[in-house]
């Protein structure tokens, strides 16, 4: 294995079983798909609706 590939993988990486390898990608797979409606949701409580608007023509 090179080095440096294990820091990527997060708890996938001290699976012993592939049983254990498909439960942390899973678990893994879950808490990262709540990051972004989680992060979208901040913005949308903490950023007023000015400063958050995309401007198509630069204005």
């Known amino acids: 294995m090179r080095p440096g ?3 990527r993988h997060g708890i ?6 592939l049983d254990w390898l498909v439960a942390a990608r899973i678990v893994s797979g879950a808490f990262a798909a709540g990051i972004y409606p ?3 949701a ?4 903490n950023v007023a609706y000015d400063q958050r608007r995309w401007r198509w023509r630069g204005s």
């Open 5 to 7: 590939l294990r820091d």
């Open 12 to 17: 996938a990486f001290f699976s012993p079983t």
């Open 38 to 40: 989680m992060a979208m």
């Open 42 to 45: 901040w913005v949308g409580d």
